[in-house]
């Protein structure tokens, strides 16, 4: 395996935007296009935008429907991991994933503390259904595009690893 082969995988990937006011229209989506456009800086393909209310059944069904139809490597998730009482999206997460990844909202919640103090009241997770990663990301663009700078980096191995294009985790022979 090449040293750049992790770089040069296409990840197809899909965001949802949880948010009532979304949904409903009442409120422009702002975190879900910004997601959407780091994951095509990052040379993603993504799926059409899908926004859903903060009704966990509604979540839960539209994270299978995604992770489910083989066409999705990777689902980011925006809006609904803080803790007002409508936020569902790490309880419809955790309902839906076959294996946990604490991994990823473990480095973010420790890069945003260097932010702000309120980096403790997310409840973001991640895990894997099948072959699809899941990562749930905050609400704000602000801070998906924060969280995004710490999970990228790790996002084309993760989507290799889960697909069965990586054989081995050992760094390239030198001079490979």
């Known amino acids: 395996m090449s040293g750049h082969e992790a770089q040069d995988i296409v990840i197809r990937a899909a965001v949802v935007t949880v948010s009532d006011k979304g949904h409903a229209g009442t409120r422009e989506d702002a975190s879900g296009p910004t997601l959407r456009d780091l994951l095509l800086a990052l040379g993603a393909e993504v799926s ?40 569902r999206t790490p309880e419809a997460t955790a309902a839906v994933i076959d294996r946990a990844a604490p991994g990823f909202g473990e480095a973010m919640r420790a890069a945003s503390l260097a932010v702000t103090p309120h980096a403790i009241l997310s409840r973001a997770i991640a895990g894997v259904r099948g072959r699809t990663l899941i990562i749930n990301m905050p609400g704000s663009p602000k801070a998906c595009r924060e969280h995004f700078a710490v999970v990228a980096p790790g996002l084309a191995h993760a989507v ?10 050992a760094s390239p022979p030198a001079g490979g």
């Open 48 to 87: 059409e935008p899908v926004i859903v209310p903060d009704e966990q059944s509604v979540i839960e069904e539209t994270l299978r429907a995604l992770a489910d139809s083989g066409d999705i490597d990777l689902v980011l998730t925006t809006g609904g991991t803080g803790l007002a009482p409508r936020d």
């Open 160 to 169: 290799q690893t889960l697909t069965g294009r990586a054989h081995e985790c």
